[in-house]
């Protein structure tokens, strides 16, 4: 099995691209807008890219999904609630896919956004138990994802006491985002963990009851970019004109004092 992790440094992206020799096919998850990196990684290997799988629909950087997906022949995978503009293929709880020897087994995590989802994923050549969960915006190192864009700190509470943190102790976490990320509060540097780790060490999976948790989740949360409604539709196809500039524009994220003073359209 191949696994890299690309880390995007301005905006605090992390996207990841997993093969397997054998069958030399591989997918990228949560692609940024500039797919070159994934081909370079996918020939250098020999590999083609048939599967691309968006963890949720991203708020905070311009999604290279569709690209990809034009540039290679691959689908696109997004949670079945999804409502977008371009033609993907509709994930559920429990799925599994299997990208050569590599199997994908889809966990619907709500509550950074409905459509959240992390990916288990098995190297089937050394066992069929999970070696690895992408945790998407869901689970970050030393914090969790903010359940403000349309999410639900409730949810969020379930998705990791109750689904995540029932995995087995050895499972390696990667996440979407690490520090300098604006959808989370205060992210670690290191862009890998473990279950174990992080039940023992991260601030918000230390609470006993629903009601701390949402408490703490939800206070001082940062203000939500107002450009961050347009990034979305962008990302999900109802919008023909990237809403900034780059994959993350960080002025064009930032909220001015005129903005904070206006409603934010939904």
Not at 39 to 48: D, M, Q
Not at 164 to 171: E, G, N, P, S
Not at 232 to 243: A, H, K, T
Request: aromatic fraction near 10%; charge should be negative; charged fraction near 20%.
């Amino acid at each position: 099995m191949i696994f890299k992790q690309y880390m995007h440094d301005q905006g605090g992206c992390l996207s990841y691209l997993m093969g397997c020799t054998r069958t030399d096919v591989c997918c990228v998850v949560d692609p940024q807008l500039d797919i070159q990196p994934y081909l370079t990684s996918a020939s250098s290997k020999n590999l083609t890219i048939t599967h691309v799988f968006e963890t949720h629909t991203q708020a905070d950087h311009l999604s290279g999904a569709r690209k990809l997906a034009d540039a290679t022949g691959a689908a696109v995978y997004s949670h079945k609630s999804v409502q977008a503009a371009f033609p993907f293929v509709p994930v559920s709880e429990g799925d599994e896919l299997m990208v050569g020897n590599v199997k994908i087994t889809v966990l619907h995590t709500p509550g950074h956004t409905p459509d959240s989802v992390c990916f288990l994923v098995a190297d089937t050549t050394r066992s069929v138990h999970p070696w690895i969960v992408l945790t998407g915006d869901t689970l970050f190192v030393g914090d969790t994802g903010r359940p403000d864009l349309d999410g639900s700190a409730e949810d969020l509470y379930d998705s990791l006491y109750q689904r995540l943190m029932k995995l087995d102790d050895a499972i390696e976490i990667f996440p979407s985002h690490f520090a300098a990320s604006v959808c989370g509060r205060a992210l670690s540097p290191k862009p890998s963990s473990t279950v174990a780790f992080e039940r023992r060490f991260n601030p918000s999976l230390q609470f006993p009851s629903r009601a701390e948790f949402v408490q703490f989740v939800i206070q001082s949360l940062p203000v939500q970019p107002p450009r961050f409604h347009k990034v979305r539709q962008f990302n999900l196809g109802f919008l023909q004109e990237p809403p900034i500039d780059k994959t993350f524009d960080e002025n064009s994220l930032q909220i001015t004092v005129e903005e904070l003073k206006l409603p934010i359209n939904r």
